[in-house]
Antibody, heavy 115, light 108 residues
Framework: QLRLQESGPGLVKPSETLSLTCTVS????????WSWIRQAPGKRLEWIAY???????NYNPSLESRATISVDTSKNQVSLKLNSVTAADTAVYYC?????????WGQGSQVIVSS | EIVLTQSPGALSLSPGERATLSCRAS???????FDWYQQRPGQPPRLLIY???TRAAGIPDRFSGSGSGTDFTLTISGLEPEDSAVYYC?????????FGPGTKVEIK
């Protein structure tokens, strides 16, 4: 069964860049779309972006200027970079299979933005 | 951006009872692009219903979805203790794809 494992630093300083990696457990990385979705404390789930290995990407306009999503099929990994972070970027970040909906979710990675 | 509003915010019911959860969109969405998710404490969301009314693989038939346009409903018939969770609706008819704030279901 597919497993998605997010990994990241856990703590990021304000104004720095948040970097997260999602490792996909099977060989489906080239066949599917992959998304990042976050859940800030007390806030609703927020779709960040999706990517496909064919080069297609799409971003939430609210985060497009700061986010970069990518896929590395040789490593079976999907990555997210979010620059110029603030406390408002504190959240659990989920990797998910799917582009727009019908998501299959990883366990999530907690990221706290604090000095 | 389409805003989804869920009601009630929370409900507390006994095992065996029926739960009716509502999700309203700020404008009409295509039901094909409307999902429901369940999130148990400490777990990621899990897809329950897609296309407004189709149960995802492995989801018990006590979960059912309906609706169209701006009004959608998730019904849980015969609540089980493991149904204690937060339930989210999501639309992906229009980008950005948005989620509702959730309805928390407590089993007494």
């Amino acid at each position: 069964q597919l497993r998605l494992q997010e990994s990241g630093p856990g703590l990021v300083k304000p104004s720095e860049t948040l970097s997260l990696t999602c490792t996909v457990s099977d060989d489906s990385i080239s066949l599917n779309y992959w998304s990042w979705i976050r859940q800030a404390p007390g806030k609703r789930l927020e779709w960040i972006a999706y990517v496909h290995s064919n080069g297609e990407v799409n971003y939430n306009p609210s985060l497009e200027s700061r986010a970069t999503i990518s896929v590395d099929t040789s490593k079976n990994q999907v990555s997210l970079k979010l620059n110029s972070v603030t406390a408002a970027d504190t959240a659990v970040y989920y990797c998910a299979r799917g582009s727009t909906g019908r998501y299959f979710w990883g366990q999530g990675s907690q990221v706290i933005v604090s000095s | 951006e389409i805003v989804l509003t869920q009601s009630p915010g929370a409900l507390s019911l006994s095992p065996g009872e029926r739960a009716t959860l509502s999700c309203r969109a700020s404008q009409s969405v295509d039901a094909i692009f409307f999902d429901w998710y369940q999130q148990r404490p400490g777990q990621p969301p899990r897809l329950l219903i897609y296309g407004a009314s189709t149960r995802a693989a492995g989801i018990p038939d006590r979960f059912s979805g309906s609706g169209s346009g701006t009004d959608f409903t998730l019904t849980i018939s015969g609540l089980e203790p493991e149904d204690s969770a937060v339930y989210y609706c999501q639309q992906y008819s229009y980008s950005p794809y948005t989620f509702g704030p959730g309805t928390k279901v407590e089993i007494k």
